[in-house]
C-alpha cells in the first residue's frame, strides 16, 4: 500500500538518484532549498517502507509550483504518480493556494490535462559549452543590499513575489549578478552549479542588451563549462539571443496552470527561468 509522507533531509539521497537517473542535473544544494523553502511541502510515495516516488511543491504569495515528480520504473502505471500531484495539490489549497503551474515534460502532459491543467506557453530550454567571453562593463556581483530591488524588479517579470526563493538561491548558487545602466538596474541573473554543468536563471532584464550583458558574464565566469538555460517561448527576443550566442536547443517542456490565470508576469523580460521545479 501506497503512504505518501513529507520529505526530510534523510530522503535527499534518494531524490538524488532519481533526478540523476532520469537525466536532470538537480545539486544537492536545489534539494536543500526545496526543503527550506516549503518545509512540509515536498513528498515521498512509499511501499512498505520503499521510497517509490516525490515530488515538490513551492508556494508563494499568490501562486504555486509543482515539480520533480518522479516515480521509480517498474512502479509506474500503478496510479503514484497520480496520487503524489493530488498531495501536492492538496496541500497548496489547503493554504490557500488557488493558481498552481508546473513544467511538463510530455510523458507527463495528459495526466496533468486530466488534473485541470492547461498550456500556457512552451518552455524551451537551449545548452552551450559556455565560451571564455569579456565581463561587460556594467556588469557586477549582487550584494545584499541588492536583494530588496532585485525583489521587486523579479516580482514585475515572473508576476509574483518570491522574495525567499531569491534569498535562498543567493546563498547558495555559485553566482549572482547585476546589470546597471544610467537609470539603476536593468537586470540582475543567478547561475548554480549543477549535477552536469552550470544552470542560468533566474535572468530578468529590461531588454536584450541588458540580457546580452549578464549572459556573457555569466559564461565569462564558468567559461569551458556546460550551461543550460530555460527561456518562456513569448520571449521571442530572448530565444534569437540563445541562437545568436550559439545555445542549441534540447527538448522543451510545457508551462501549464490550473486555476485562476493570476501572477501571470511577463515573459518577455525573463530570459532564463529559474528552474523547471519553481517557475
Known amino acids: 500500500m501506497i503512504d505518501i509522507r513529507p520529505a526530510t533531509e534523510a530522503d535527499i539521497e534518494f531524490v538524488l538518484r532519481q533526478t540523476a537517473r532520469e537525466g536532470w542535473d538537480t545539486a544537492r544544494h536545489r534539494v536543500e532549498i526545496h526543503l527550506a523553502h516549503d518545509p512540509g511541502g515536498s513528498f515521498i510515495a512509499d511501499d512498505a517502507g520503499e521510497p517509490v ?19 521509480v520504473p517498474g512502479r509506474r502505471s500503478r496510479g503514484t504518480g497520480r496520487a503524489l500531484m493530488e498531495r501536492g495539490l492538496a496541500h497548496l489549497e489547503d493554504a490557500g493556494v488557488t493558481t498552481i503551474r ?28 559556455a565560451p571564455d567571453r569579456r565581463v561587460p562593463n556594467g556588469v557586477r556581483p549582487m550584494t545584499d543590499g541588492d536583494l530588496d530591488q532585485v525583489r521587486t524588479f523579479d516580482r514585475a517579470a515572473f508576476g509574483d513575489d518570491r522574495a525567499r526563493l531569491l534569498r535562498l538561491l543567493a546563498s547558495r548558487v555559485e553566482l549572482c549578478l547585476v546589470a546597471e545602466g544610467s537609470g539603476g538596474m536593468t537586470g540582475f541573473a543567478f547561475a548554480e552549479r549543477t549535477s552536469r554543468g552550470v544552470r542560468i536563471g533566474p535572468l530578468v532584464a529590461v531588454d536584450v542588451t541588458a540580457a546580452r550583458s549578464l549572459l556573457d558574464a555569466c559564461c565569462a565566469a564558468v567559461a569551458g563549462r556546460t550551461v543550460t538555460v530555460g527561456v518562456p517561448a513569448p520571449n521571442v527576443a530572448g530565444c534569437e539571443l540563445l541562437d545568436e550566442l550559439g545555445f542549441r536547443p534540447t527538448a522543451p517542456s510545457r508551462r501549464m496552470v490550473r486555476g485562476p490565470r493570476a501572477a501571470m508576469g511577463d515573459p518577455g523580460r525573463v530570459f532564463a527561468i529559474a528552474g523547471g521545479d519553481v517557475g
Open 102 to 129: 508546473l513544467d511538463g515534460d510530455p510523458p507527463g502532459v495528459p495526466m496533468y490535462r486530466s488534473l485541470g491543467f492547461v498550456d500556457e506557453w512552451e518552455s524551451r530550454r537551449y545548452r552551450t559549452l
Open 53 to 71: 516516488g516525490m515530488v515538490t511543491t513551492t508556494r508563494y504569495r499568490a501562486a504555486g509550483f509543482i515539480g520533480n515528480l518522479i516515480v
